[in-house]
């Protein structure tokens, strides 16, 4: 029983897909759509369908397609070349600008150089003042000091100064505890 069962199973499927199979090929050979329109179209079948004619209108349509398609990138190449156009001439307009502001930014640095190199010479004459007042200083005090020196030489001279002359090379003042040169001594 199962052998004829299964075998009656595949038959009806066969049967099934036979009959699918007639009613797509009845719907293919009874209904056409036109490329024109968008309508479905009847056609009989024992009307012939004439191939070269829906041949020449697959052609035209192609061909109007490939023009609108060309047409509409021909648009999109002038509206995005009209934006560069408007992109560039804004660079250009960006560009000026901004050379505009580095020549004045460096018209400005120049001013401020040249300010600040017054400031300088200024300063530089400062500080060379500066240095000729602490030299006329430092000249003060060697005047100062030599006038000292000089005072204490003369005191040197008008005073006598007595000193012992030991067996050695050196010899000592008693009195005022100050070394001298045996040259300076004069004595025994």
Request: glycine share 2%; aromatic share 8%.
């Amino acid at each position: 029983m199962e052998v004829s069962s299964k075998m009656a199973r595949q038959m009806a499927y066969k049967r099934k897909l036979e009959e699918e199979y007639r009613l797509a090929e009845e719907r293919r050979n009874s209904w056409k759509r036109s490329n024109y329109s968008g309508y479905q179209v009847s056609l009989q079948e024992e009307e012939e369908w004439d191939y070269e004619e829906d041949k020449e209108r697959e052609l035209d349509v192609l061909k109007q397609k490939q023009k609108e398609e060309e047409e509409k990138k021909e648009r999109i190449y002038q509206k995005e070349k009209e934006k560069l156009l408007k992109k560039r001439r804004e660079y250009i307009a960006r560009a000026a600008k901004f050379s505009e502001l580095k020549k004045k930014r460096l018209d400005e640095k120049k001013m401020i150089d040249k300010s600040n190199q017054i400031l300088e010479d200024q300063d530089f004459w400062a500080e060379l003042e500066k240095i000729l007042k602490e030299n006329e200083i430092a000249l003060q005090d060697l005047e100062n000091y030599k006038r000292i020196i000089e005072i204490e030489e003369k005191e040197e001279k008008t005073d006598p100064v007595w000193c012992w002359r030991p067996r050695s090379a050196w010899g000592i003042l008693g009195s005022c505890n100050k070394q001298i040169s045996l040259g300076a001594c004069t004595g025994v």
